[in-house]
Nanobody, 115 residues
Framework: QVQLVESGGGLVQAGGSLRLSCAAS????????MGWYRQAPGKQRELVAITSDRSTNYRDSVKGRFTISRDNAKNTVYLQMSSLKPEDTGVYYC??????????WGQGTQVTVSS
């Protein structure tokens, strides 16, 4: 089992920045992909950014504004968010999967961007 714990959410004005962190613990030897999803009220959960040893991908609306990074020594993934917009508001969930395709989710951290 892998546990994911997010931190770094909060309230910020449009144009501001936030940095999310997600630390993995437990049976972390087989972790493959780590990334971030978000869910706005009344909407489906959507991929924001995801990274593995082979690739890194972003949803189009955050390209150039968000940067995902990973510190394998600390088993942590980060999401640096800049030029935030009100439409970036939502609960941000950390995601991970392992080489057996088992998925893990964090409990989520709220990001609110005021206009």
């Amino acid at each position: 089992q892998v546990q994911l714990v997010e931190s770094g959410g909060g309230l910020v004005q449009a144009g501001g920045s936030l940095r999310l962190s997600c630390a993995a613990s437990g049976m972390i030897v087989g972790i493959n992909t780590m990334g971030w999803y978000r869910q706005a009220p009344g909407k489906q959960r959507e991929l924001v950014a995801i990274t593995s040893d082979r690739s890194t991908n972003y949803r189009d609306s955050v390209k150039g504004r968000f940067t995902i990074s990973r510190d394998n020594a600390k088993n942590t993934v980060y999401l640096q968010m800049s030029s935030l917009k009100p439409e970036d508001t939502g609960v941000y969930y950390c995601y991970s999967d392992d080489y057996f395709y088992v998925e893990y989710w964090g409990q989520g951290t709220q990001v609110t961007v005021s206009s």
